[in-house]
């Protein structure tokens, strides 16, 4: 494995190039590993690259898609690079016809990319031929480690519980002993051992999209791909849903990238989120960074604290961001005793975030930032992440 000259070791399958601390560079070969990789100029979105030492399971370089239909002209992907690590929930937000849906679907090649890379698992599925709807045998093998759940469950509707589970074990011609029995074991696994011989307009749609999820898992996936697989079912069932997809991953060690445009859908159950606009990922990382990270704008999203006091004129307003460790510190008490200053609390709010308590407060301290310096650098180095509000609502520090 190569090594950098900070002595990273760069594990990244495939590229020739790699992201170190935010430049991008040329990695030598491993036989020349001692010399230094060359720096071939700053990485276009340095946050979207894994880090040096992360293997990815999902990764897609400069990914590009334009739909054309009556010469009109549509770009859904306009360069999309997205990196998902083994084991990770990974979260895909935007607004409609942002091209979530065109991203997934390019993904496992049922959609052909115009230009770019997609590979998964090791497998660069962009170098096998076919695709669409008629793809070669390597990309039929390597779409079978791809499991694919959909919004409006895609059951046959002439077929049981069971059959439908049966169906991608028929198509990679298992015999019928050993498709009752696996897609028995997988029915039980989605807690649904009992409605084997239902039909699906038999079931609640909770029930549904269990199915659909054993018949994604009959293939034994590395990587399940759902695309606003919750948005038909109501809160609570969309609850159970992702905490099944939650036990699978954990279970199954299995990687999860899932689109969504419900941030609560992120919150409960994501690792990494990406943001995307426009046929862009114009913001992507583990949520624990980004809730770190100044000027997130998709923290702002995962926590708004819009409702809250934007201050007076000639004060200084702060918001603190606090997680894991220094959620147990009293610092708004030790700041004041510290510095004897006054400290007016405009807001505050605790949520659970992947799993983690996350605290957010605005404060207000009277004078200018100037003037706060001193304790903004004491609560940072409490480890607080302290974003300096504007005097019109705006991130300035
Ligand atoms: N088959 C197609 N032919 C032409 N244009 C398409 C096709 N599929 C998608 N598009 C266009 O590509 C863009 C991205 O669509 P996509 O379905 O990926 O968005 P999305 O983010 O999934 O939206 P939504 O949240 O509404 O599902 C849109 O402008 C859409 O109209
Ligand atoms: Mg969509």
């Known amino acids: 494995m190569p090594v950098t000259r900070e002595g990273h070791a760069v594990a990244w399958p495939g590229r ?24 071939i100029g700053r990485a276009v979105d340095a946050d979207a690259r894994p880090r040096p030492t992360e293997i990815v399971v999902i990764t897609t370089t400069d990914l590009t898609k334009v739909y054309r239909s009556r010469g009109r002209e549509v770009t859904a992907l306009a360069g999309v690079d997205l990196h998902v690590r083994p084991g990770e929930v990974y979260g895909v937000v935007g607004t409609s016809g942002a091209g979530k849906s065109t991203l997934i679907r390019c993904v496992n090649m049922l959609e052909r990319p115009t230009s770019g890379t997609v590979s998964v698992d090791g497998v660069e599925l962009t170098a096998l031929s076919g695709g669409e709807n008629r793809a070669g045998r390597e990309l039929r093998e ?12 895609n059951l046959l509707a002439s077929r049981t519980v069971q059959q439908n589970v049966e169906l991608p074990l028929e198509i990679i011609g298992l015999d019928r002993t050993q498709r009752r029995r696996k897609a ?19 079931l609640s749609g909770g029930q549904k999209q269990r199915v659909g999820i054993a018949r994604a898992l009959a293939g034994d996936p590395k990587v399940l791909l759902s695309d606003e697989a919750t948005s038909a079912l109501d809160p609570e069932t969309t609850r159970s849903i992702l905490k099944l997809l939650r036990d699978l991953n954990q279970q199954l060690g299995l990687t999860v990238l899932l689109i969504t445009h419900e941030m609560d859908v992120i919150k409960s159950v994501c690792d990494s989120a990406a943001l995307m606009r426009g046929g862009r990922v114009v913001e992507s990382g583990e949520l624990a960074d980004l809730l770190a990270k100044p000027g997130s704008e998709l923290a702002r999203e995962l926590f708004p604290l819009s409702e809250f006091g934007t201050g007076h004129a000639g004060t200084t307003v702060l918001e603190i961001t606090f997680q894991g460790d220094t959620s147990a510190q009293p610092f708004v008490s030790q700041l004041a005793r ?12 605790v949520e659970t975030i992947s799993g983690r308590m996350v605290g957010r407060m605005r404060v207000e301290l009277a004078g200018s ?29």
Not at 142 to 153: K, S, T, Y
Not at 188 to 196: P, Q
Not at 338 to 349: F, P, R, S, V
């Open 16 to 39: 020739p190039t790699a992201t170190i601390k935010g430049w991008q560079v040329r990695i030598p070969l491993v036989k020349r590993c001692a010399e230094p990789p060359t720096v």
């Open 142 to 153: 390597a779409r079978r480690r791809i499991g694919m759940v959909f919004q409006h469950f």
């Open 184 to 202: 028995a074991e997988l029915l039980d696994l989605v807690g649904l051992g009992d409605k084997a011989r239902s039909y699906p307009n038999q």
């Open 338 to 349: 510290t510095y004897q200053i006054d400290i007016n609390i405009l807001g505050a709010a």
């Open 369 to 397: 930032h100037q003037d706060n310096v001193v304790p903004i650098g004491y609560l940072r180095e409490q480890g607080l992440q302290v974003d300096v509000l504007g005097a019109v609502n705006g991130v300035v520090a």
